[in-house]
């Protein structure tokens, strides 16, 4: 799932924080922008980490509700530490009713590559602000390392992708083949980034493919527009063929559309 919709985008003002940080003290003066905000000790980081808007906050939340009226229970949250992805995830966890019983897995290799470094935060910081987030995560790569995903190479981003992952998905499935024919099938949620969405649902059955490096660059192209806020790509594991299958949308929320499925599976070029 790709993030709610960020405040930048509808103040269309990267330099929001100094307007509405006097002293210190955060005073919104803008409908949109959320009235209340995680303490930084340098407040214009939100320039380079831009929370979510209030509308943003107020959809994913919806989602969250949509999901749990779909029966679309997460067991286990993967997010970018970037803070509308934090946010995104932890306010679809209010909807479900699940924000107590969902801590937050933060890993920077679900960040989107970066030409700058940026101020991105570890899992204490969101914990100390009132988020549940699981500390005990070892993250593939941690956000002090930020520098990491800094004018990284194309092949590095994919390998950090693929190697996160394979982590969720290996657990998914080692637990998935465990469990008895009447139990649900565990279910995991990642919110990431615009490119990252249908890079990891490439990568899902990427052992299939031969030239590997041009098939994701050409889905990451291709598809890269079609990824508006809170779209999302919905697969499950078929434990019969060993591969990822794409399953139906649901029906659509107002303003955010979801990737057609059928559309998806003809990229991939997965049969059915």
Same mark, same amino acid.
């Given at each position: 799932?790709?993030?709610?919709?960020?405040?930048?985008?509808?103040?269309?003002?990267?330099?929001?924080?100094?307007?509405?940080?006097?002293?210190?003290?955060?005073?919104?003066?803008?409908?949109?922008?959320?009235? %209340?905000?995680?303490? @930084?000790?340098?407040?214009?980081?939100?320039?380079?980490?831009?929370?979510?808007?209030?509308?943003?906050?107020?959809?994913?939340?919806?989602?969250?509700?949509?999901?749990?009226?779909?029966?679309?229970?997460?067991? @286990? %949250?993967?997010?970018?530490?970037?803070?509308?992805?934090?946010?995104?995830?932890?306010?679809?966890?209010?909807?479900?009713?699940?924000?107590?019983?969902?801590?937050?897995?933060?890993?920077?290799?679900?960040?989107?590559?970066?030409?700058?470094?940026?101020?991105?935060?570890?899992?204490?910081?969101?914990?100390?602000?009132?988020?549940?987030?699981?500390?005990?995560?070892?993250? =593939?790569?941690?956000?002090?390392?930020?520098?990491?995903? %800094?004018?990284?190479? @194309?092949?590095? #981003?994919?390998?950090?992708? #693929?190697?996160?992952?394979?982590?969720?998905?290996?657990?998914?499935?080692?637990?998935?083949?465990?469990?008895?024919?009447?139990?649900?099938?565990?279910? =995991?949620?990642?919110?990431?980034?615009?490119?990252?969405?249908?890079?990891?649902?490439?990568?899902?059955?990427?052992?299939?493919?031969?030239?590997?490096?041009?098939?994701?660059?050409?889905?990451?192209?291709?598809?890269?527009?079609? %990824?508006?806020?809170?779209?999302?790509?919905?697969?499950?594991?078929?434990?019969?063929?060993?591969?990822?299958?794409?399953?139906?949308?649901?029906?659509?929320?107002?303003?955010?559309?979801?990737?057609?499925?059928?559309?998806?599976?003809?990229?991939?070029?997965?049969?059915?």
């Amino acid at each position: 799932m790709r993030h709610s919709e960020r405040l930048d985008f509808v103040l269309k003002n990267n330099n929001w924080p100094q307007e509405v940080f006097i002293n210190g003290v955060y005073s919104p003066n803008v409908t949109q922008m959320p009235t %209340v905000l995680p303490i @930084r000790a340098n407040p214009h980081e939100y320039s380079l980490d831009t929370p979510l808007s209030r509308h943003g906050k107020a959809h994913a939340y919806h989602t969250g509700e949509f999901f749990r009226s779909l029966g679309l229970i997460p067991h @286990r %949250v993967y997010t970018s530490p970037a803070m509308r992805c934090v946010q995104t995830a932890d306010s679809v966890l209010e909807g479900l009713g699940r924000r107590e019983r969902a801590p937050l897995r933060v890993d920077l290799a679900l960040h989107e590559p970066t030409k700058r470094n940026l101020p991105l935060q570890p899992a204490e910081f969101f914990s100390s602000a009132g988020f549940y987030v699981d500390l005990s995560y070892q993250p =593939v790569l941690s956000p002090v390392n930020n520098t990491v995903i %800094v004018r990284e190479t @194309r092949l590095a #981003y994919y390998r950090r992708m #693929y190697a996160v992952l394979k982590r969720i998905t290996r657990k998914l499935i080692s637990q998935n083949t465990k469990l008895s024919a009447l139990a649900t099938p565990p279910t =995991v949620l990642i919110v990431t980034h615009r490119p990252c969405v249908t890079l990891l649902a490439a990568m899902l059955n990427l052992d299939a493919v031969d030239d590997k490096l041009a098939y994701l660059s050409e889905m990451e192209n291709n598809k890269r527009g079609e %990824v508006n806020f809170l779209s999302m790509i919905i697969a499950e594991y078929d434990a019969a063929t060993g591969t990822w299958m794409f399953l139906s949308d649901f029906p659509q929320l107002p303003t955010a559309p979801l990737l057609t499925a059928s559309t998806l599976m003809n990229s991939l070029k997965i049969s059915d």
